[in-house]
């Protein structure tokens, strides 16, 4: 192995095998075994993290791209990915990264937590670092060290995530991550394991988590002609989004397009609208992503209808927001960070 760095959260079987304890999927490892996300190797009896501080992707991002529409609109962000994923989606965006493990990666040095931080700090006008691109759960060793040194910088920690993470690793994540977009992938058990190889309990209890600890959060929910788009059932998430993280939940529908092993035609616009507005009953924020329609773009304030915040694109304009994220209009306190 080219970075031998020893990996948190596993233990010791009483047969030499270890139990990782990252995630869900508690992969059980025997000497010289890699688990699910292919990022944590059973070495010597030691658990180890492959890919602590490969970097495989990095960009100076608009936050709009994360999608983060209500954290510092308008910004920009300083965007890293590793590769490896602990699901397994068919139709990954990423999965020249995500589907692949470290024997496709030898070539790459590995950069360290404050090579980043120095990076990211000289880089104008740049808000922080988001961890994203592949899944960056599997990437904790390395995230939690990066995201303290951040913290002390004054940057801002952002992750992009599927959300499939146990409940204790998830607690060492919270106090450093300053914004979390999840990637709620259906609200179907079944699909979860058909299309994902993940299970979906568990991403809607880390929902509630992050919610509960006050940490700012937006969700994305990628729409899959006939798997995910059930009016019923989707009106079903929404609800569950309304009682359990409240009507001010910030909510992406975005279009699907064929990629990796799922040639499902693209999402019609026809059924991006009436979902957007099946979930705009419930919610104050919905957008539309992947695509431009008339409506799904703009920020509106849910009491006055002032326009908050204009978007085209990634081109982002503030209007009536002001610095404390209040509607100039009728004052009223909204779920923004500036």
């Given at each position: 192995?080219?970075?031998l760095k020893p990996a948190l959260f596993y233990e010791n079987t009483e047969d030499a095998t270890l139990?990782?304890?990252?995630?869900?999927?508690?992969?059980?490892?025997?000497?010289?075994?890699?688990?699910?996300?292919?990022?944590?190797?059973?070495?010597?009896?030691?658990?180890?993290?492959?890919?602590?501080?490969?970097?495989?992707?990095?960009?100076?991002?608009?936050?709009?791209?994360?999608?983060?529409?209500?954290?510092?609109?308008?910004?920009?962000?300083?965007?890293?990915?590793?590769?490896?994923?602990?699901?397994?989606?068919?139709?990954?965006?990423?999965?020249?990264?995500?589907?692949?493990?470290?024997?496709?990666?030898?070539?790459?040095?590995?950069?360290?937590?404050?090579?980043?931080?120095?990076?990211?700090?000289?880089?104008?006008?740049?808000?922080?670092?988001?961890?994203?691109?592949?899944?960056?759960?599997?990437?904790?060793?390395?995230?939690?060290?990066?995201?303290?040194?951040?913290?002390?910088?004054?940057?801002?920690?952002?992750?992009?995530?599927?959300?499939?993470?146990?409940?204790?690793?998830?607690?060492?994540?919270?106090?450093?991550?300053?914004?979390?977009?999840?990637?709620?992938?259906?609200?179907?058990?079944?699909?979860?394991?058909?299309?994902?190889?993940?299970?979906?309990?568990?991403?809607?209890?880390?929902?509630?988590?992050?919610?509960?600890?006050?940490?700012?959060?937006?969700?994305?929910?990628?729409?899959?002609?006939?798997?995910?788009?059930?009016?019923?059932?989707?009106?079903?998430?929404?609800?569950?989004?309304?009682?359990?993280?409240?009507?001010?939940?910030?909510?992406?529908?975005?279009?699907?397009?064929?990629?990796?092993?799922?040639?499902?035609?693209?999402?019609?616009?026809?059924?991006?609208?009436?979902?957007?507005?099946?979930?705009?009953?419930?919610?104050?924020?919905?957008?539309?992503?992947?695509?431009?329609?008339?409506?799904?773009?703009?920020?509106?304030?849910?009491?006055?209808?002032?326009?908050?915040?204009?978007?085209?694109?990634?081109?982002?304009?503030?209007?009536?927001?002001?610095?404390?994220?209040?509607?100039?209009?009728?004052?009223?306190?909204?779920?923004?960070?500036?």
């Amino acid at each position: 192995m080219k970075t031998l760095k020893p990996a948190l959260f596993y233990e010791n079987t009483e047969d030499a095998t270890l139990r990782c304890l990252l995630c869900p999927h508690l992969c059980l490892l025997k000497e010289g075994q890699t688990g699910i996300c292919q990022a944590r190797r059973n070495h010597n009896g030691i658990l180890y993290s492959l890919n602590y501080g490969i970097i495989t992707s990095q960009a100076l991002d608009p936050i709009e791209k994360k999608p983060l529409y209500h954290f510092h609109p308008a910004q920009k962000i300083f965007s890293i990915g590793s590769f490896g994923c602990n699901l397994s989606c068919k139709f990954c965006q990423n999965h020249e990264i995500s589907m692949h493990g470290a024997p496709d990666f030898n070539y790459l040095e590995p950069h360290y937590p404050c090579d980043i931080i120095e990076k990211a700090a000289q880089i104008a006008n740049n808000i922080g670092i988001a961890y994203t691109y592949n899944e960056p759960i599997i990437s904790i060793e390395f995230i939690l060290e990066t995201a303290h040194l951040a913290k002390h910088k004054g940057l801002h920690n952002v992750m992009v995530t599927n959300g499939f993470i146990n409940p204790t690793p998830l607690r060492r994540l919270l106090p450093l991550i300053d914004a979390w977009n999840v990637d709620l992938k259906a609200f179907n058990e079944n699909f979860y394991k058909k299309l994902t190889g993940g299970s979906l309990l568990p991403v809607l209890n880390n929902l509630k988590t992050i919610r509960r600890e006050g940490n700012h959060l937006e969700i994305t929910y990628l729409v899959i002609p006939n798997e995910n788009d059930n009016p019923k059932e989707f009106n079903a998430m929404v609800s569950w989004l309304r009682d359990e993280l409240g009507p001010d939940t910030i909510l992406h529908l975005t279009r699907f397009f064929p990629h990796y092993k799922y040639q499902a035609p693209p999402t019609p616009p026809e059924t991006l609208m009436n979902l957007y507005q099946i979930a705009r009953q419930q919610l104050h924020w919905v957008y539309l992503g992947n695509i431009q329609l008339s409506i799904g773009n703009e920020s509106h304030c849910p009491k006055c209808g002032a326009l908050l915040v204009r978007r085209s694109g990634y081109f982002t304009e503030i209007a009536e927001l002001d610095e404390q994220g209040h509607c100039k209009k009728c004052r009223t306190a909204l779920p923004f960070i500036k």
